[in-house]
């Protein structure tokens, strides 16, 4: 059974940093192309960084471009989304993801979701 775990969201100053983690279970994370998305009242689910299985590409949403850093750890099955300069609109639930094959921008073909983890950002 497939298991994506979302950690490290709260509550943090404009300006601030957070570190979100996403711990899987019952997949190989090496064979997976992984991302986060995030997602916020009313509006539908935003990519906001991907991943490639072997880690060695990675896309970013303009929005957070330069600010925000995706990496994993294939040995610690755990994906990281490093979230600096941190602004208001960045509020949001953060998911991480994982899909089998090519990489993707579209939450449609992503295949496990984690629960998600709530970023809130203080003006």
């Known amino acids: 059974q497939v298991q994506l775990v979302e950690s490290g969201g709260g509550l943090v100053q404009a300006g601030g940093s957070l570190r979100l983690s996403c711990a899987a279970s019952g997949l190989i994370l090496s064979n997976y192309n992984m991302a986060w998305f995030r997602q916020t009242p009313g509006k539908e689910r935003e990519f906001v960084a991907r991943i490639t299985n072997g880690g060695g590409v990675t896309n970013y949403a303009d929005s957070v471009k330069g600010r925000f850093t995706i990496s994993k750890d294939n040995a610690k099955s755990t994906v990281y989304l490093q979230m600096n300069s941190l602004k208001p609109e960045d509020t949001a639930v953060y998911y991480c993801?994982?899909?089998w094959g090519g990489g993707s921008i579209w939450p449609g073909e992503y295949t496990y979701w984690g629960q998600g983890t709530q970023v809130t950002v203080s003006s």
């Open positions: 993801a994982a899909r």
